[in-house]
């Protein structure tokens, strides 16, 4: 069977957004035996989606006199990649029609080396929570044509990657003979994971992904998802066994079963509107994410293992960081053993 791994989200975004709890978050997953830590992407980022889209934090952890701080995603990475030696460090995902792709492309580079070769590149076409914030007017994108800005820029940057001279020419971007160095330290590039919960995403995958990163699944929906990122792989020549499936899964693990969903559901119905799916119906979140007593959790992690998971990228749910530390030395002590030889 293949590994099994497990990552922390850090929060440089929500409530309790902050380069002392980034680093702090970071480093005791590496330290509790976390297999990846991970950042999350948004230029633009309003006061309404800073109190309505918590990806980091809890609910009960908004104040009225909050800034809506969202920390750049790459910067950030740059900064843990110094402050932290072993885990991988990955983005889940970048904005990528709002990113320019010769930059990034540099960019991702550099982290790569500056990681010593510990980068996961997602990449995403910009959700429902993107619009709402008014992102793609301010880089003056056009919404509609966001997927295929984001096929594009991933074929611009593997041809930066791996030519010596690189060329490229599409509908959006066109360069010739770009000299562009240094290469990643991962070769041919850094994993480049795809997020996005649609059938056009998981084909977007097998097409030209290294992982695919949903998020509101489910275990039966994921199981069907991967097969369309395995067929598809297929389909265009690729090694389907290569490519890593991701989940991104809100989380809380606790000893009581009624103290974790008391902790998760005040943020999920907060949420709730953000997200590009229906998810008023708090037994549709509960299906698709990771809630409850150690034994539910234990359950639950299976599940998804047996839809074909192997990497879940957590985002527990947590009102101070000290809460956020028991929940992954919890997980660390109870869960990790189980998917360790």
């Given at each position: 069977m293949a590994k099994i791994s497990f990552g922390i989200r850090v929060p440089n975004s929500g409530p309790l957004s902050g380069v002392e709890n980034i680093v702090r978050t970071a480093q005791k997953a590496e330290e509790l035996g976390f297999d990846s830590i991970f950042?999350?992407?948004?230029?633009?980022?309003?006061t309404e989606m800073h109190r309505h889209h918590i990806s980091s934090g809890a609910h009960e952890a908004l104040a009225d006199d909050q800034s809506a701080d969202f920390y750049e995603a790459l910067t950030v990475i740059g900064y843990l990649a110094a402050v932290t030696s072993r885990v991988q460090i990955g983005v889940a995902c970048l904005v990528m029609p709002t990113r320019n792709p010769i930059y990034a492309a540099k960019q991702l580079a550099t982290l790569d080396h500056l990681s010593n070769g510990r980068l996961i590149a997602g990449v995403g076409l910009g959700s429902k929570a993107s619009q709402s914030s008014n992102e793609f007017e301010v880089f003056e994108v056009d919404f509609k044509k966001r997927a295929s800005l984001t096929d594009e820029y991933i074929d611009a940057m593997r041809a930066i990657?791996?030519?010596?001279?690189?060329?490229?020419?599409?509908?959006?971007?066109?360069?010739?003979?770009?000299e562009i160095y240094p290469k990643p330290l991962q070769q041919p590039n850094p994993p480049i994971w795809v997020g996005g919960w649609t059938d056009f995403a998981a084909?977007?995958?097998?097409?030209?992904?290294?992982?695919?990163?949903?998020?509101?699944?489910?275990?039966?929906?994921?199981?069907?998802?991967?097969?369309?990122?395995?067929?598809?792989?297929?389909?265009?020549?690729?090694?389907?066994?290569?490519?890593t499936i991701a989940v991104e899964k809100l989380a809380v693990i606790k000893r009581d079963r009624d103290a974790a969903l008391e902790r998760a559901i005040p943020t999920v119905r907060t949420s709730s509107t953000t997200y590009e799916r229906d998810v008023d119906d708090i037994s549709f979140a509960l299906d698709r994410h990771i809630f409850g007593s150690v034994d539910d959790v234990k359950r639950r992690v299976e599940e998804f293992v047996e839809a074909g998971v192997t990497h879940f990228e957590l985002k527990l749910i947590y009102p101070t960081i000290d809460d956020l530390e028991d929940q992954m030395t919890l997980w660390a002590d109870e869960i990790l053993p189980l998917y360790r030889d």
């Open positions: 950042v999350h992407d948004h230029v633009v980022w309003s990657w791996t030519q010596p001279l690189a060329t490229y020419h599409g509908t959006h971007i066109n360069f010739e003979d770009a084909r977007r995958t097998g097409r030209v992904g290294d992982g695919w990163v949903p998020g509101w699944l489910s275990p039966k929906e994921m199981a069907r998802g991967a097969e369309i990122v395995r067929g598809t792989a297929t389909e265009h020549g690729r090694d389907p066994e290569a490519i």
